[in-house]
């Protein structure tokens, strides 16, 4: 629909532990392009609602906009990254926002990209 965000790109520099992070955690899929000079791996969700791409030409980042990937459970996620991606880490464990919107959480990537976990409300 007009106005919704169907495109983002994050950057990437440690590419093959990124990738596979993407992949074992949230079962994105990935297809390089060799339409730049430079390495772009281009990706889509599960659900087909979100492409995207990791370009080697950002700089990953702390800072600026937080992507937020929906997950089932923030606590096996977390479980997940700390036993296989030691180059991750958790900035802010599993917390409330409300109610009616579920549960965050705060996660360093493989490549330095500061990215969200959310979890809706169990019903």
Avoid: Q
Wanted: glycine share 6%.
């Amino acid at each position: 629909m007009h106005g919704d965000i169907n495109y983002i790109e994050l950057g990437i520099n440690n590419i093959e532990e990124t990738l596979d992070f993407y992949k074992t955690l949230f079962n994105w899929k990935f297809t390089e392009s060799f339409l730049t000079n430079h390495r772009y791996f281009m990706f889509e969700t599960p659900s087909n609602d979100l492409y995207g791409a990791f370009d080697a030409l950002i700089t990953p980042s702390l800072d600026g906009v937080t992507v937020y990937i929906l997950v089932e459970d923030i606590e096996s996620t977390i479980d997940k990254i700390n036993l296989s991606f030691k180059s991750s880490k958790i900035i802010k464990p599993k917390s409330h926002i409300s109610e009616d919107y579920g549960y965050f959480a705060l996660i360093v990537d493989p490549s330095g990209n500061k990215i969200g976990l959310h979890e809706n409300p169990k019903s």
